[in-house]
């Protein structure tokens, strides 16, 4: 019998490849059909192992959740970017590799950014996701999250429309 360690812990250095390689494969199976296959090939390609590495060096809040040694999925949050909205915190992105998806790591990576903020003064949080996106505008809703707020993203000639889901302490 053997046992497989679940960890959650900070991005280092030495993770930016294969932490690219999870967001390759995140983001295709998150946005495909959703955002145009060119500009879906953008947004994953600008985010190769220099990108994630340079991330990791300035010290943004880049958590990881391990399954035994590989990355089942990420979450990177900070300050609030929208000053619109009355909320101290936010959850920039949270992936999961496929196959770890609809099993609890959302949840547990979602708690720990969710206290991480809280206990870094910041009141409340937000996060965006695409209408169209059912499994992120789902889970979000599952969490407790309420629509605050909506928005449009352009992606090259396509717009699609985007909510903010929020919390407070």
Same mark, same amino acid.
């Given at each position: 019998? %053997?046992?497989?360690? =679940? !960890? =959650?812990? +900070?991005? $280092? *250095?030495?993770?930016?490849?294969?932490? *690219?390689?999870?967001?390759?494969?995140?983001? $295709?199976?998150?946005?495909?059909?959703? @955002?145009?296959?060119?500009?879906?090939?953008?947004?994953?390609?600008? +985010?190769?192992?220099?990108?994630? !590495?340079? &991330? /990791?060096?300035?010290? %943004? +809040? /880049? %958590?990881?959740?391990?399954?035994?040694?590989? /990355?089942?999925?990420?979450?990177?949050?900070? $300050?609030?970017?929208?000053?619109?909205?009355?909320?101290?915190?936010?959850?920039?992105?949270?992936?999961?590799?496929?196959?770890?998806?609809? @099993?609890?790591?959302?949840?547990?990576?979602?708690?720990?950014?969710?206290?991480?903020?809280?206990?870094?003064?910041? %009141?409340?949080?937000?996060?965006? &996701?695409?209408?169209?996106? !059912?499994?992120?505008?789902?889970?979000?809703?599952?969490?407790?999250?309420? *629509?605050?707020?909506?928005?449009?993203? +352009?992606?090259?000639?396509?717009?699609? !429309?985007?909510?903010?889901?929020?919390?407070?302490?």
């Amino acid at each position: 019998m %053997s046992t497989v360690l =679940i !960890d =959650i812990r +900070r991005a $280092r *250095a030495e993770d930016a490849v294969p932490l *690219a390689e999870a967001h390759d494969e995140a983001w $295709r199976t998150a946005y495909l059909g959703l @955002i145009p296959g060119p500009e879906l090939e953008k947004l994953v390609t600008r +985010r190769g192992p220099s990108w994630w !590495d340079a &991330a /990791i060096r300035r010290g %943004s +809040r /880049i %958590s990881l959740l391990m399954f035994g040694d590989e /990355i089942a999925g990420y979450t990177n949050y900070g $300050r609030n970017r929208a000053k619109s909205l009355p909320y101290g915190g936010e959850v920039y992105e949270l992936y999961l590799r496929p196959e770890y998806q609809g @099993i609890g790591f959302g949840r547990k990576l979602f708690a720990m950014a969710k206290r991480d903020l809280t206990q870094a003064g910041h %009141s409340g949080l937000v996060v965006w &996701a695409l209408t169209d996106n !059912d499994p992120a505008v789902n889970f979000y809703r599952s969490m407790g999250g309420r *629509a605050v707020a909506r928005s449009t993203e +352009r992606f090259g000639q396509k717009v699609l !429309d985007k909510v903010a889901f929020a919390w407070m302490r």
